[in-house]
């Protein structure tokens, strides 16, 4: 059974650093592709970046290209989202999402979810 388990959330400054943790369970990182999704209060879900982790190809959105980082450690079947250079309007609900298929492109389909954390940005 894969499962997915985030944290890393929390609150930080406008400009500064944090890094989103998915530890991933029942599946080895070179069989999935991994995504990154936020929910603002209100508003749906938005794609924020992913990777097929066995040959590193990444995708990032335009608001996440130059900020935001995917990385992973193997020994810790984790993956990582480097997010730096925060803005208020980053400020939502993260998710990491899992699948083992590629149908759906980067932003669609995928079928294993993190519970989620909350990333808060203050100005």
């Known amino acids: 059974q894969v499962q997915l388990v985030e944290s890393g959330g929390g609150l930080v400054q406008a400009g500064g650093s944090l890094r989103l943790a998915c530890v991933v369970s029942g599946i080895t990182l070179d069989d999935i592709i991994m995504g990154w999704f936020l929910q603002a209060p209100g508003k749906e879900r938005e794609f924020v970046a992913a990777?097929?982790?066995?040959?590193?190809?990444?995708f990032y959105s335009e608001s996440a290209t130059a900020r935001f980082i995917i990385d992973k450690d193997y020994a810790k079947n984790t993956v990582y989202l480097e997010m730096n250079s925060l803005k208020p309007q980053d400020t939502a609900v993260y998710y990491c999402a899992a699948k083992t298929f590629w149908g759906g492109g980067w932003t669609l389909a995928y079928n294993y979810w993190g519970q989620g954390t909350q990333v808060t940005v203050s100005s």
């Open positions: 990777s097929r982790l066995s040959d590193g190809w990444t």
